[in-house]
């Protein structure tokens, strides 16, 4: 039996809060049915009992983080060679490689802890809201700041913050699932329920973290955190993580097939060396580094770091990333279809005209006509809607209704005073399949006799319930289809449009939707809502960028038409499918649709689903917008489910891949902007990488085959891995978007990784890194210099800095990037040129190394012989550029 314990310890004798009157409830928390929580005692709860979370949220600990880095295989393998090494006494190559693996560790760390700390702030940033109401105003508070005693406002598409005893519930339905398992809503109820019945029974709560699917209510919370429903069984909903991206799987399959082959090739470099005579120690020691150094196994992990890292600047853009493969796959979008209103448009309605049903234009400020309860048409005109007036006078509420209310408020209503006149007694609410609203009203001061009906919608839904039309002759019988007609022309002109429509009843009629019949109809608003001024650029920029703009609205044809053509999206000549439509259509019929419609009216969530699957079908990879409880299903469906951060509900932000912080349509495009970006440097990040490791490769397994001794140390090796590797390969994550990111075609989403000439690029600028450095070593025996070794090693570390110089772009040569574009990689060249002096120069890592100190002509020579490779990867774009070498046309700007 729930016994919540939130500040009053209940007796034994008490009753559990589903069986007790919904005031007792209100007077044991000491609260306050109207006003809520005053600020105080809202602290002082919480200090008493903490905040509402579940468990401590799992971040993990540094130390965990810190392990980690020790924990992986090539790390354990090395940290066996330093003792061997110890063991076959030679101190110094364990100190250096101790040294080496605990740099590589923090490397590691610093970064895996930059990204832990941005998806931190990401998770805090999309934790749940809650609607309270404290010190008598209505304020939005994070779900985790409610307490024991708080008043809150339940409404479809909320997930339920906290468990809550209801005081007030309108056609309130909340799914219980992941409470109870039944998967149909239940109807709440503000009336106790027995004090033994179960919890799916108990009719007068909501508890927290199941789901609110239709209706509005108020309730009072009776418990929070571990003290829920929810909490008692939270150990059982441990989250699961799918957040390991295509990419990311497909780069672990392919570096467990590169692993084989390397240590493959270690084997045979390990058994040439003991055929040539040389010492087993020193053999065993360079494949092992060998093999350390060739095998990427941090690629992952260096692509979670990116993405993370990704995220965190979408967010300064307004872009809430909710799964992390989504950076990713963001570059592969070709179909954004978004919702009108709010995302392509302001959001910011006004009444802009007012008609009688005949399409005679009313004069608001002259508007007055007989109504048999006495009120005025510019009350009518706010009363069937949900706004709240708070006490300095601001409107909270949908834009639809605020207009409506701002329009009344100009013309003399006391929309306050209004409400209270005007008791509401029932409601049918809003839906978006449905259209329409509904309220029934009681006059307070008892003057007038039964109840007010008060109705408004889609004026093709509403039509059928009208027999009358107020007009400026008086009430006449409907014509429905000059009605139609008159709502048709508002709507082409890119209003939206309203029927307002009353009737009133002796007494209030059982059941309920007799109140949606036998309407008169008063009036059809025009409902201003102005394209966003930056839609319409962003609308032409994912035309350049091969993405198709679809509009999909719950709003009539003809207006979305309108608001299309004014963004581009749809030309005059492009037809609308309706709802209506849409269902008639079989599924062969609609995917030959789908290829050629831009605009979607009159669409019910269950159409966008539809909608997704048929576009996917044909191969495309579709961002869709939603906000509503109903659209979680087609965000889940989507590739990229985009739900609203504003007007948006808990359910669908639940669902989606991202959240638009500010609904705008616009930030849905550069986002798509930022994710090829990311993609395009993990790329890069990938081919140096690759490349890098080539080259080492090459250089060791042919040293032997062309006769020349061991050309590298085990040391060097690893010493390349950390350093060369290391940090120009990070700099290049820091690369700025190319020019023309947006004017080519999306990237298909099942394109590897290595397509476009990544890895033949890396086989043969290896195979250039190995020739140039064995070219050096035999030249330099060939003259008898005793500091051979220490210029191949050079070469071969200079050569992989003059290579990331070279691609930091695929294409442009880096004349036309110009050097300074990218600070962080100049300053990693630079700062690793110089580390690599301090090896050949400084005396005491001179002998760890077994450097010696290079003639300044030697120097040059090396530095000169490296920048080839930059000169031949120059060579390269050029043959990519002007003849489309690895297939790389497509992607030129
Ligand atoms: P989208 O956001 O997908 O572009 P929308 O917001 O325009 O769609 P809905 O909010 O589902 O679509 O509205 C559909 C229709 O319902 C509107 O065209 C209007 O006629 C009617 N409508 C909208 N809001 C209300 C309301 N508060 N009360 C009554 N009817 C409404």
Known sequence: MPRPVPLVTPRESALPWHAQAADTVVATLDSHAEHGLTSDDVLARRARVGENV??????????????????????????????????????????????????????????????????????ALSAPAARVRRNGKDETVPASALVPGDLVLLEAGQIVPADVRLLTAHALRVEEAALTGESQPVTKQQTPVGGDAPLGDQFSMAFKGTIVSAGRGCGVVVATGARTQLGRIATLLEE???????????????????????????????????????????????????????????LPAVITVSLALGARRMVRREALIRRLPAVETLGSVTYICSDKTGTLTENRMRVDSVRWGDGVHIDVAQWSHEHDTGIRPTELLALCNDVVQQPDGSLVGDPTETALVEAARHHGVDYETLTRQWPRLEEIPFTSERARMTTVHRRADGNAEGVLVCSKGAPERMIRDCTHMH????LVPIDADRVMDTADGMAAAGLRVLALATRTMPTMPSPLDAVERELHLLALIGLLDPPRAEAQEAVRVCQRAGIHVVMITGDHPA????????????????????????????????????????????????????????????GEFVAMTGDGVNDAPALQGANIGVAMGRGGTDVAREAAHMVLLDDN?????????????????????????????????????????????????????????????????????????EPGVMERPPRPPKESLFAHGLWQHAVWVGLLMALLALGTQAWALHHNNPRWQTMTFTVLTLSQLAHVLAIRSETRSMLAIGWRSNPALLG????????????????????????????????????????????????????????GWYGTTARRT
């Open 54 to 123: 579940l468990a401590a949220t799992r971040r993990r600990r540094v130390d965990r983080l810190i392990l980690a880095q020790f924990r992986d295989v090539m790390v354990l393998v090395l940290l066996g060679a330093a003792l061997i090494a110890g063991v076959l006494g030679e101190p110094e190559d364990t100190i250096a490689i101790l040294a080496i693996v605990i740099l590589n560790a923090l490397l590691g760390f610093v970064q895996e802890f930059r990204a832990e700390r941005a998806m931190a702030a990401l998770g």
């Open 240 to 298: 699961t993580d799918d957040a390991r991206s295509p990419l990311q799987q497909r780069l672990a399959a392919f570096g467990r097939q590169l692993a084989l082959l390397v240590i493959g090739l270690c084997v045979v470099i390990f058994a040439a060396g003991l055929l040539r005579g040389e010492p087993l120690g020193l053999m065993f020691m360079t494949a092992l580094s060998l093999a350390v150094a060739a095998i990427p196994e941090a």
């Open 471 to 474: 007009t400026a002759q008086g």
């Open 559 to 618: 207006t979305a038409r309108a608001i299309a053509q004014r963004l581009g999206i749809a030309g005059p000549e492009d037809d609308v499918l309706t709802g209506a439509a849409l269902l008639a259509l079989d599924d062969e019929a609609l995917a030959e649709r789908v290829s050629r419609t831009r605009v979607y009216a009159r669409v019910t969530p269950d159409d966008k689903v539809r909608l997704v699957q048929a576009l996917q079908a044909q």
């Open 665 to 737: 349509f616009a930030t849905i495009v550069n986002a798509v902007r930022e994710g090829r970006r990311i993609y395009d440097n993990i790329r890069r990040f990938v081919r140096f990488v690759l490349s890098t490791n080539a080259g080492e490769i090459w250089t060791l397994f042919l040293a032997p085959l062309i006769g020349l001794p061991l050309p590298l140390l085990p040391i060097h090796i690893l010493w390349m891995n950390l350093v060369t590797d290391g940090l120009p390969g990070l700099a290049l994550s820091a690369e700025r978007e």
């Open 828 to 883: 990693a060249v630079l700062l690793t040129t110089a580390l690599q002096l301090l090896v050949i120069y400084h005396p005491g890592m001179a002998g760890i190394f077994r450097a010696a100190p290079l003639t300044l002509f030697e120097f040059l020579l090396c530095v000169g012989i490296s920048a080839l490779v930059f000169v031949a990867v120059e060579v390269e774009k050029v043959f990519i550029r002007h003849w």
